[in-house]
């Protein structure tokens, strides 16, 4: 249900800090000499740094490298999952070659051993289907459709809205349901609409051909048909929803009503079955609607749409979710699509990758807390501790040394500040898995299982307490979030590594790099979006009209700066899209840069490799977006990804960074120079 509930907003970069010296531990013998952390071999001496600094930084990198076969896109990030991948497999299967397991390690094995069992999956063809076919190939008439699209939400398949729980945006103590736009199979309303665009045109036929194939397959003498139906409703579907820059809008988004009430702004459609169905009615007797012109176009679009075209769409979306899972016929034809014609990848990932996917996406924390055992050192967790510590007294002294924020606002930014709450490592109650049953022969049965467990969980929330240490992500992502209702910044276990933390690299290269992804999902607190809430978690206006007033002139200049940046030409990035992602690497990369120089205590910089601390900052921050990414991989990022592309994640948040242009001797003339009054500066 996260795809419409209160975002958390994640940045995808993590590295911890290694102390000053007299903080090293108790080990009396002679610590090792620090490396610089700086991938050297990487640097293209052929560019200048002043000129290039992610050209000059990764050079030899991005020359040499090839993304591989069954990626979109290569880069710091990938290979971290990727070794990550392989830590996880040797868990599974060491956990398959013993006897007597139980809980969570039997579940485990049992779910990818189904997985793996293609032998199965070939004989059992479309069968596991077969009943949720039927369902939909029987309705009846309109008046099944609320209970119909009930029960695809409860089993994870795409429909035109969908249904969750998490805290009141408004009231961040409790819980309240959510209701918002879902229910495209292509990734962003533009590839319907923009149908002045070649590549998006051409996208959208091969969709469409895609989709009729896959109802053949499924047993439609009339597939094309049914797909130029389905990509018609679809088209009417994306001319209702709101884009992602309008759903960037928490204040726009919080629309609590009451049930009955909904049909006034969605007349004709019975909402009292549909959220009777889902569990929610019983619970509770409002919920939150996301993007309330949409629920309207929607239910116009129930009552003009004929009952044989809904049917087509609900069954292209139950093959569209299932086809991964089954036989190789659906699986190769899913991945010729949503693999190679959308993001240009021409090989599928083996075949164990993929089951450790699954694995994680049904019972993640039960693998997380195996990975933990193994692979997360203490030590880790207590430097990465110090570091928040470190970064969080930075961006204390940096409000108030701001001159554009009043005091007023400043007090209340100092209270939010002060109630931030950190999460590293892994939770501190793992998830109880022990109403989850899984069967090494029924890989369909399993994935149901699994989706009703997750589904069902969530809904239960309704009326009790907030779960304070529940995470919304794994131990083992390679990522980071900030959650805004609950005023948290989450850093999972698997980020804490190399490039990204260096125990053996001097401090310099570990502020770049996991210092300012710390100081990044701090600063969500205090972008265009995360800054609407207060310390509480809740949606509430506590800026004074003139700092919102000086703080939009920047944001809007920010806007400004990346929409001029094309990752593929004629594509540019979406300024507004990726407002937040960008204030929070500018902003986390100044705090952690005064940070750095905080731990010095005014003393020089130790210069390693020739390169002084202040330059290694900037490196390691630099050579974090290391990567490279397929055209249709980028394109699909400039239309849904509200980052922006990693060479302009360095290169655009460096130039608005003073201390850079001392570090490197960057001047007027230069191609990264940037006037001292355009540059900008929020924290």
Known sequence: MKRFILSTITLSVMAAFAHAAG???????????????IDTQYIDKSVRAQDDFFQHLNGEWLKNTEIPADKSSWGSFAKLRDDTLFHLRDLIQDLQKQKGLKGDEAKIAALYASYMDEAKLEKNGIKPLAGEL??????????????????????????????????????????????????????????????????????????????AKVLGMAGNKNGADMAKAIIGLETELAKAQWTRVENRDPVKRYNKMEIVKLAEIAPGYDWKAALGAVGIASKTDSVIVAQPSYMTEFAKLVESTPLETWKAYFEWQLLRDASPYLSK???????????????????????????????????????????????????????????VKNLLVAYKQSIDSIDWMGPET??????????????????NKWRDYSKLQFNAGDLAGNLRRATEFAYNRNIDKLGKPIDKDEWGMTPQTINAYYRPTANEIVFPAAILQPPFFDMKADDAVNYGAIGAVIGHEISHGFDDSGSQYDGDGNLRDWWTAQDRAAFKVKADAMVKQYGSYEPVPGYPINGK???????????GLAIAYKAYKISLGGKPSPVIDGLTGEQ????????????????????????????????????????????????????????????????????
């Open 134 to 211: 039927s369902k939909i190939r029987g309705l009846k008439d309109k008046k099944g459709l609320p209970t119909l699209i009930a029960h695809l939400n409860k089993s994870g398949v795409p429909a035109p809205y969908g249904v969750g729980v998490s805290q009141d945006a408004r009231n961040s103590t409790q819980y309240a349901a959510y209701m918002g736009q879902s229910g495209l199979g292509l990734p962003d309303r533009d590839y319907y609409l923009k149908k002045e665009d070649a590549k998006m045109a051409d996208v959208l036929a091969k969709y469409e051909l895609h989709v």
């Open 329 to 387: 016929e659906f699986d190769q034809a899913n991945f010729a699509f949503y693999g190679t014609v959308l993001t240009g990848v021409t090989e599928q990932q083996p075949r164990w990758k993929r089951g450790v996917g699954v694995v994680e996406g049904a019972i993640g924390e039960g693998l997380g807390k195996l990975y933990v055992a193994k692979y997360f050192p203490a030590e880790r967790k207590a430097r990465m501790e110090e570091l």
């Open 410 to 427: 400043k007090k209340q930014a100092q209270e939010k500040l002060a109630k931030f709450t950190p999460k590293i490592g892994y939770p």
């Open 577 to 587: 899209l990726t407002l937040g992602e960008n204030i929070a690497d500018n902003s």
């Open 23 to 37: 903080h090293e531990g108790h080990d009396h013998n002679p610590a090792p000499a620090l490396t610089s952390g």
């Open 616 to 683: 290694r900052v900037f490196m390691g921050f630099g050579q974090v977006w290391r990567t490279k990414m397929r055209d249709q991989q980028a394109i699909v990022q400039v239309k849904t990804d509200p980052h922006s592309a990693g060479r302009f994640r360095a290169n655009g948040t460096v130039v608005n960074q003073p201390a850079f242009y001392e570090a490197f001797g960057v001047k007027e003339g230069d191609k990264m120079y940037v006037k001292p009054e355009d540059r900008i500066i929020i924290w």
